[in-house]
């Protein structure tokens, strides 16, 4: 039976290129490690080197075993990793988003639902997710369009809509709505990690941005300063925001969306519980 401590002591042989030298990267003796090396030829049952009175060398066979052992050692050595990595996925739940707010809704119903499993989420492009999801990178998605195809089920799973954040003596603070139009150019803050809402800053090139990607240090950007900043209607259930503001909601159509949880036709069974109570 071959042993993977042999196939290692080849391997370091072949690497160090002399018995000397090896001995010394594995810490045995050049006696112990000769004896192994001449039981793994016993137990392959051909030659592995050609001996000759101060050299050992590797022949065609040992060149073609060195090949094959460095194979199952890279195998070997992944070995707990992978198992490691099996197990993890079996115990977490993948969900891929195009903006944070779904988060807010969908984490503690699948806390609540699927004890024991913990869950990793990731933001990114639609089309992105959509084709991760096909490729099983996510068991979840989504999205904030209806995506199309028998290969996919999808459920409505929230609205948000976006609102204008403004101090109580802005311009605009007693009004009932405001378009990105009627805003654009004013300085704004913003979260950098907004998903697909990030066209807004399209909707308004002549404002300039001032982004702070943590939650406490943008909270305080808003409370020190007079800087009009985007919220939602659901960060407003969910995230507290600091005092002396107004929120004005955002007049155009795009400003409103509907969110849809995705996952693969063959995988609705898994969460069936998930999507009956959205």
């Known amino acids: 039976m071959i042993e993977l401590y042999e196939l290692r002591q080849l391997a370091a042989f072949a690497e160090a290129g002399t018995l000397s030298?090896?001995?010394?990267?594995?810490?045995l003796?050049?006696?112990?490690?000769?004896?192994?090396?001449?039981?793994?030829?016993?137990?392959?049952?051909?030659?592995?080197?050609?001996?000759?009175?101060?050299?050992?060398?590797?022949?065609?066979?040992?060149?073609?075993?060195l090949e094959l052992a460095r194979k199952l050692l890279d195998d070997a050595d992944s070995f707990i990793t992978r198992v490691r990595d099996f197990d993890r996925k079996s115990r977490t739940i993948t969900l891929?988003?195009?903006?944070?707010?779904?988060?807010?809704?969908?984490?503690?119903?699948?806390?609540?639902?699927?004890?024991g499993m913990s869950l990793q989420t990731e933001m990114d492009r639609e089309d992105r997710l959509l084709k991760d999801l096909k490729n099983n990178v996510y068991q979840l998605v989504v999205t904030h369009e209806s995506p199309s195809g028998s290969q996919f089920f999808c459920k409505e799973c929230g609205t948000e809509?976006?609102?204008?954040?403004?101090?109580?003596?802005?311009?605009?603070?007693?009004?009932e709505s405001l378009s990105f139009?009627?805003?654009?150019?004013?300085?704004m803050l913003l979260m950098p990690d907004i998903g697909f809402w990030n066209f807004v800053k399209d909707r308004m090139p002549d404002s300039r941005f001032l982004t702070q990607s943590d939650r406490f240090s943008f909270n305080e950007l808003i409370r020190a300063s007079s800087l009009p900043f985007f919220a939602t209607e659901l960060g407003e259930h969910y995230q507290k925001t600091p005092p002396g503001r107004v929120f004005v909601p955002v007049s155009d159509a795009d400003a409103t969306v509907t969110y849809y949880l995705v996952c693969?036709?063959?995988h609705k069974k898994d969460f069936h519980a998930l999507f009956a109570e959205l």
């Open 21 to 27: 030298e090896a001995t010394e990267v594995l810490h």
């Open 29 to 65: 003796s050049q006696p112990a490690l000769s004896r192994n090396m001449k039981k793994l030829e016993e137990d392959l049952g051909i030659s592995l080197f050609e001996r000759s009175k101060n050299k050992l060398e590797l022949n065609k066979n040992g060149e073609y075993a």
């Open 96 to 115: 891929g988003i195009c903006a944070p707010a779904p988060v807010w809704t969908l984490a503690p119903m699948i806390a609540n639902l699927f004890p």
């Open 161 to 175: 809509s976006l609102l204008f954040g403004l101090p109580k003596d802005h311009k605009y603070a007693q009004w």
């Open 181 to 187: 139009s009627e805003m654009n150019g004013e300085n």
């Open 264 to 266: 693969k036709a063959e």
